[in-house]
């Protein structure tokens, strides 16, 4: 069954310090998406990857890094976190948009940075 | 930059009432879709609608390409529609597939 997992669903992190969101697909994608959301703001695009070793800023994409080590394998990397970055974050796969194919969502990371 | 404008940001309905939510897309478009947000925060696709009509069940959704808009109608609304409904557009110019966000519509149906 087609999928996209993320890890932690929850996380606490303090100031200062590195957070690393992880999501994993198992549905063959391509491109692979981390967005981040926030009350009046909608969903937002923070970086983007077409495939594995790829990585492209989306829209808002300062203080955040990612990595894409394999077609699996998205994580979006907070390397000084700050409680601006406190949101919730959600990991996407798709391809090509057809009526047989729709961008499959993770189910969200609640991060608060204390 | 491309934007998605949704209105309205906010909606309250009697159950069994209809609602129309409207898109509007800043640049052209290569496609776009609906998408629901239940209460908990899972994001689901309803209609992958680049031009036309589309209805399933009690949801029609039609996309005039030339004007760069997507409605969404839902008829006889129920308690368990409530939740935020997202309009997207494929805003990429390379071969990527950028998926630029509205804001939502809150939708809260009343018993």
């Known amino acids: 069954e087609a999928a996209v997992t993320q890890s932690p669903r929850n996380k606490v992190a303090v100031t200062g310090g590195k957070v690393t969101l992880s999501c994993n697909q198992t549905n063959n994608h391509n491109n692979m998406y981390w967005y981040r959301q926030d009350t009046g703001h909608g969903l937002r695009l923070i970086h983007y990857s077409y495939g594995a070793g790829s990585t492209e800023k989306g829209d808002i994409p300062d203080g955040y890094k990612a990595s894409r080590p394999s077609q699996e394998n998205f994580s979006l990397i907070l390397e000084l976190a700050t409680p601006s970055q406190t949101s919730v974050y959600f990991c996407?796969?798709?391809?090509?948009?057809?009526?047989?194919?729709?961008?499959?969502f993770g189910e969200g990371t609640r991060l608060s940075v204390l | 930059g491309q934007q998605v404008q949704q209105s309205p940001a906010s909606l309250v309905l009697q159950e069994g009432e209809n609602a129309e939510l409207q898109c509007n897309f800043s640049?052209?478009?290569?496609?776009m879709q609906w998408f629901y947000q239940r209460p908990e925060g899972s994001l689901v696709s309803l209609f992958y609608n680049p031009s036309g009509t589309k209805q399933s069940g009690r949801l029609t959704s039609t996309t005039v390409i030339k004007e760069r808009r997507s409605s969404l109608h839902i008829s006889s609304s129920q308690i368990t529609d409530s939740g935020t409904y997202l309009c997207?557009?494929?805003?990429?110019?390379?071969?990527?597939?950028?998926?630029?966000f509205g804001k939502g519509t809150h939708l809260h149906v009343l018993p």
């Open positions: 997207a557009m494929d805003g990429s110019d390379t071969n990527a597939y950028k998926v630029i």
């Open positions: 640049t052209s478009l290569n496609s």
């Open positions: 996407a796969s798709g391809d090509a948009w057809t009526d047989n194919q729709a961008p499959l």
